[in-house]
């Protein structure tokens, strides 16, 4: 069989191959490994059921909306707690609910955000948990 026109097949060969490479060449030559959110600070530890304030299917794809819920609640309407499906009564707080039981930012809330490329600018005010250093090397 003759190739009559290889131009086109290079043409798909090339951005094939581009297209297969990207997540190499967008990391700066480094293949980042898929996120792995870490669960146990101690607060999740002593959790008799190791919930979260909705289903973790929730809290993963939709976090951000429940922050956004909890901060118009809190700021507007001074509603400063929230109940869960279950009944468990929360905070409506970044720092005392979220950040109490996931205070393994960099572990956590970091790994994925980073990932992705994202850096909420919350923590421009309010305060991160403090970590020690031991604990940020995983
Ligand atoms: C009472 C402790 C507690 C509080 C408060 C809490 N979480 Fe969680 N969170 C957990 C636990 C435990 C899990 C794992 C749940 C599971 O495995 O079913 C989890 C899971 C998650 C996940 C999914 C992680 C994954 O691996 O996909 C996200 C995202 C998350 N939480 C964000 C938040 C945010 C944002 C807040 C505040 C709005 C918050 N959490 C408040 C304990 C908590
Ligand atoms: C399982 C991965 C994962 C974990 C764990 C996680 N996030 Fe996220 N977060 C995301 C993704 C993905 C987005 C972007 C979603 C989008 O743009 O639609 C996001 C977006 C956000 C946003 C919206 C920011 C913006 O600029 O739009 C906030 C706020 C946020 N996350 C807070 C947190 C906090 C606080 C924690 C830790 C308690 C946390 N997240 C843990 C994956 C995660
Ligand atoms: C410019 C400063 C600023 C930035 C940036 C900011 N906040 Fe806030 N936030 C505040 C202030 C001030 C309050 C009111 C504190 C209070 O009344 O308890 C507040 C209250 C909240 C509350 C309810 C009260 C509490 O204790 O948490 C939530 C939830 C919240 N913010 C989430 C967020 C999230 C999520 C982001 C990032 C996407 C963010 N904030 C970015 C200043 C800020």
Not at 25 to 52: F, N
């Amino acid at each position: 069989m003759k190739i009559y026109d290889a131009k086109p097949i290079l043409i798909g060969l090339l951005i094939f191959v581009g297209f297969v490479s990207m997540p190499f060449w967008l990391h700066g030559g480094k293949v980042s490994p898929p996120p792995d959110p870490k669960l146990d600070t101690p607060a999740i530890q002593i959790l008799e059921k190791k919930e979260c304030v909705a289903s973790k299917e929730y809290m993963r794809t939709s976090h951000m909306v429940i922050l956004n819920d909890w901060r118009t609640q809190a700021v507007r309407n001074s509603k400063r707690f929230y109940v869960t499906a279950g009944g468990a009564n929360y905070p409506a707080s970044l720092q005392r609910a979220c950040m109490k039981c996931h205070s393994n930012k960099a572990q956590f809330c970091d790994t994925c955000h980073n990932y992705i490329g994202l850096a909420p600018y919350c923590w421009d005010c309010h305060l991160p948990p403090k970590q020690e250093t031991a604990q940020a090397t995983k």
